[in-house]
């Protein structure tokens, strides 16, 4: 049981650059999440879905695009990526009033 | 006000102390409450469910006063693997707008 994959684990952009992070569940579940966390900061929520094809958008959206287009992936798109989004990148996964379970982060850079 | 706030910390503590953990959160009609804890660079993991009952997991001990929008963590007989960061997390209306608190980090020395 994979739980919650995230793809890429790590990756280098150059400002402007375009690229999508891929988030796969394998629970059934309905919601999921992208959380973006800094250096020494909390988790925040950058977009949400409550079920296929729903998206919402959380405390920090600006910059970033999401689609859900099958209940078990949910894509994170930057299209002009820029320093700022350096960051951790978490995906999350669950039921309605139920904890989360998290991906283990994909690490970006943008230089 | 954020929605969800902690103790800045960070708390520095002797192996076998006894820690506790505070959280406030803003919206009234928060549905959802847990702990969660987050290893350096890792993901968060869930630690415990939070019940207005009080709920306790061997050492740990949770609780939620839904009159003062007030959730705690207590660790007892502390742990040098105890060492992490503690996130109080609440679930919204409806159940899937999920806000995560800072963090509190914990240092256990031996």
């Known amino acids: 049981n994979a739980g919650v994959t995230q793809t890429p684990k790590f990756r280098v952009l150059k400002t402007g650059q375009s690229m999508t992070l891929l988030c796969a569940q394998d629970?059934?579940?309905?919601?999921m999440y992208w959380y973006r966390q800094d250096p020494g900061m909390g988790l925040r929520l950058i977009h949400y879905?409550?079920?296929?094809?729903?998206?919402a958008k959380g405390e920090v959206p600006d910059g970033y695009n999401v689609s859900r287009l099958k209940k078990q992936n949910f894509l994170l798109g930057l299209e002009s990526a820029a320093p700022s989004q350096t960051s951790v990148y978490f995906c999350?996964?669950?039921?309605?009033?139920?904890?989360?379970?998290f991906g283990n982060g994909t690490r970006l850079t943008v230089t | 006000r954020k929605e969800v706030e902690q103790d800045p910390g960070p708390f520095n503590v002797p192996e076998g102390a006894t820690v506790a953990f505070n959280c406030t959160y803003s919206?009234?009609?928060?549905?959802?409450f847990f702990w969660y804890r987050q290893d350096c660079r890792k993901e968060p993991k869930l630690l415990m469910s939070?019940?207005?009952s009080g709920n306790e997991d061997g050492r740990f001990t949770a609780q939620l006063n839904r009159a003062s929008q007030y959730i705690s963590l207590l660790i007892r007989d502390s742990k040098l693997s105890d060492s992490a960061t503690y996130l109080c997390?609440?679930?919204?209306?409806?159940?899937?707008?999920?806000?995560f608190g800072a963090g509190t980090r914990l240092f256990v020395k031996a």
């Open positions: 879905s409550v079920g296929e094809g729903t998206t």
């Open positions: 919206n009234s009609a928060s549905q959802s």
């Open positions: 939070v019940y207005s």
């Open positions: 629970m059934n579940h309905e919601y």
């Open positions: 997390v609440v679930k919204g209306t409806g159940g899937f707008k999920t806000i």
């Open positions: 999350a996964s669950s039921w309605v009033g139920s904890p989360l379970h």
